[in-house]
Structures are given as structure tokens and as C-alpha cells.
């Protein structure tokens, strides 16, 4: 659920980093070069980018349709082929018994069978149509901390590499215990470091 | 220490925070007044989704009910369960706000915000959808400075010599209910 839905899910990172002085310029630059590429035509197995927010179709981002205020928005899409397991299976099973028979012998050898099934996968993968799925994010250049729309563990990590790799900037997740090193006095950070859980029974 | 033994190891911070924070709600019926804000409402409601054991051997127990008094929650809490997720009402001044937190994690779930703008007034002019956004971003911000507001409060009384008397008033509340 993303960023302009009706309920969304979303965790806090804090930008760590050194932003370049012309940050508007390098942003434009460094998004453009990161922008999702369409792989429907082609037979790659994956593709990540950046997207509008409003239309998972574009990548031109025309006047800079990022930059809202001090925050950047965008969309990070993934487009993946994938095979069903059973689909898999199925292909594989088909393969091995045609070429028992072919070749008129009992059983293949372990090497034979994953040989088949990695051309299988394969050939599967090239029919596979992209499945996509997109991920909002917001970037709050003020106080320099992101949301990103999705909890899933899987989509935050991808996140937070695509970030690294487009701005050279690292994420860190605002769990608790780090969300609280940023509220307290910092004469109270040895005592937060050193707190074991409390008995409340 | 890194990420993963943070999580691990700290786990137990965001847990405790959101126990303390039901057992602050129910002190005044409701309201919390957070300094510099004001009064907040904040009203745990309908979910509540306790833990207990460690790494493989961890249990859940979701506790539900429309208008319950979440006993069988608190009961919980006495069996030494810990709170890990919790659906929370939060209100200031005309705003509403309901969220669930995932408390070791502090990931915000289903968050809905207050409607400010009736559908027909939305336009697609490249102006109003960047107002939408902006309006957007800072009511999901507002959320989270609630949130880090009412952390704070915990924070200090937490890390202060007042804590075991505040542990005290938090045993009670949980044995009363």
C-alpha cells in the first residue's frame, strides 16, 4: 500500500552520509541513471528502478516530477520472471522421462537431472512474463530521514542497495534502541547502551 | 554493535515501551499529555498481539474483540508475555489517526490518516498532485513525531532514578486488570 493510499505500512530509515553541494543536480543525474528499465521485450530475469509515485510507466520523471518541497518521491519498481515450483517440476519430470526413453535406459545420473533442470528453468524463464511490484518512498532532505511503504524484509533490503547505489548514501533501519539514541540527552547514552528488560510481572 | 544484534539483543526496548504506553493511556482514561503538544489521546484498541519465548521456540497470541477490555491481553501480560503489536487510536485536536505498531521493529502498519480533502476537490494538475503528496507526507510524519514524542516521555522516565517507581504503578495496573 503505498504512500497516496487510503491506509499505508510503512518504517523509518536515517540517511547516513556526506550530500553533495549541488544536491539537486546530483539527485537528477544519479535518479535518471537509476531509472527502472522495461525488460517485456527482452528475456532478462530482472530489473530495479526508480518510477514516478503517480505512474509505474514513468521513468522520464519531466520537470523533475520527484521533487516535491524538501522531499523527494519516488517509486521503486522491480519487475521479476519467475517459475512456479510446480511448473518447474512438471517440465523437468516431462524432460527426464523422454529422455529415458530416447535413450532407453532405467534412470539419470544426478548430472543429467540438473542439467535439464537448469535449461528447463531456462526456457520457462524466457516464456515468464514480468511480474512487477512497486514501493513508494520519501525522502525528507530537512531532517534527512526516508520512509519507505512496504515491512517486508525482502523489498527493504532491495531498497536500501538501489539507494546506495543511486546516491551513494547509506540507510539505517530506526529500530527502536537507534530511534532512541536520537532522543535522548547524550549524557544518557551509556545507561541506554547498558538497559536490560525490566520484570513487569 | 551492528544492526542484527540490535534487533536481537534490544528487542525487548520497543516491547516494554508499548506495555508502558497502554498502562500511561488507561492512567488518565485516555489522554496522554505529551509536553510541547498538549493533550493526545491514545486508546489501544481491537488488536493486540502478544509474544513469548525467544528465537525458534517464540509464540504468538493475538488477542481481539471490538469492545473488549482486552483482558485476556492483560492477562497475558501477567503470564509474562510481551506486547509486540498493537493497534492504537491516536487523536489530537479534530485529527484522527490509527496505526498498528510492530513494537521490536517500530514499523508502522495500516496507518490511516486524517481525510483533510474530500475526493472531488482532488485535481491532476501537477501543482495539486505535488500538494497532495506534501500533505500526505507530513500527516504520516505527525504520526511518527507522536510516536517519538510519547517514546521520549518513556525514554526519560526510563532512564531516570523514577523508573522502579514507575515499574511499581505498572505491575499494579496489570494485576488490577
Redesign the interface.
Known amino acids: 500500500m503505498g504512500l497516496l493510499s487510503s491506509s499505508a505500512s510503512f518504517v523509518r530509515f536515517s540517511v547516513e552520509g556526506e550530500m553533495p553541494a549541488n544536491f539537486w543536480d546530483f539527485a537528477a543525474e544519479r535518479i535518471a541513471g537509476h531509472a527502472f528499465r522495461d525488460i517485456d521485450d527482452s528475456y532478462e530475469e530482472h530489473s530495479i528502478g526508480w518510477v514516478s509515485i503517480m505512474n509505474m510507466f514513468d521513468s522520464e520523471f519531466a520537470y523533475a516530477s520527484y521533487a516535491a518541497g524538501d522531499y523527494i518521491a519516488l517509486a521503486m519498481r522491480m519487475d521479476d520472471r519467475k517459475v512456479a515450483p510446480a511448473v518447474l517440476k512438471k517440465f523437468c519430470q516431462k524432460e527426464e522421462e523422454r529422455l529415458k526413453k530416447e535413450r532407453q535406459i532405467p534412470k539419470l545420473s544426478r548430472g543429467q537431472k540438473l542439467e535439464i533442470k537448469e535449461n528447463m528453468n531456462l526456457m520457462l524463464i524466457k516464456k515468464a512474463v514480468p511480474v512487477p511490484s512497486v514501493y513508494d518512498m520519501c525522502w525528507n532532505l530537512a531532517d534527512n530521514t526516508v520512509l519507505f511503504f512496504s515491512t517486508s524484509a525482502k523489498a527493504q533490503a532491495s531498497f536500501e542497495d538501489l539507494f546506495k547505489e543511486t546516491f551513494d548514501l547509506h540507510l539505517i533501519l530506526q529500530v527502536p534502541f537507534l530511534a532512541a539514541g536520537k532522543l535522548i540527552d547524550p549524557d544518557l547514552e551509556d545507561r541506554l547502551a547498558d538497559m536490560g528488560p525490566t520484570i513487569l510481572l | 554493535m551492528d544492526?542484527v544484534d540490535?534487533?536481537a539483543e534490544?528487542r525487548?526496548?520497543?516491547q516494554?515501551?508499548v506495555?508502558w504506553l497502554w498502562y500511561k493511556s488507561e492512567e488518565r482514561g485516555g489522554a496522554i499529555d505529551i509536553p510541547g503538544m498538549g493533550d493526545v489521546s491514545v486508546v489501544f484498541e481491537k488488536h493486540l498481539l502478544l509474544e513469548s519465548g525467544e528465537g525458534d521456540s517464540r509464540e504468538k497470541v493475538i488477542c481481539q474483540g471490538l469492545q473488549s477490555e482486552l483482558t485476556e491481553a492483560r492477562t497475558g501480560?501477567?503470564m509474562?508475555k510481551k506486547l509486540e503489536q498493537a493497534r492504537i487510536l491516536l487523536g489530537h485536536g479534530e485529527y484522527q489517526w490509527n496505526l498498528t505498531i510492530?513494537?521490536?521493529?517500530?514499523?508502522?502498519?495500516?496507518?490511516?490518516v486524517p481525510k483533510t480533502m474530500a475526493a472531488s476537490e482532488e485535481s491532476d494538475d501537477?501543482e495539486a498532485?505535488?500538494g497532495?503528496?506534501?500533505e500526505?507526507?507530513s500527516l504520516?510524519?505527525q504520526a511518527?513525531q507522536f510516536v517519538?514524542e510519547l517514546?521520549?516521555m518513556y525514554?526519560?522516565v526510563?532512564?531516570s532514578n523514577d523508573?522502579e517507581k514507575e515499574?511499581l504503578k505498572?505491575?499494579t495496573w496489570?494485576n488490577a486488570g
Do not use: N
Not at chain 2, 510492530?102 to 490511516?112: C, E, G, P, W, Y
Open positions: 544492526l540490535i534487533i534490544k525487548f526496548l520497543g516494554e515501551f506495555t501480560l501477567r509474562g510492530r513494537a521490536s521493529m517500530f514499523d508502522l502498519k495500516s496507518v490511516k501537477p498532485i505535488e497532495r503528496l506534501l500526505k507526507i504520516y510524519e511518527l517519538d517514546f521520549r525514554l526519560q526510563r532512564l523508573w515499574v505498572v505491575r496489570i
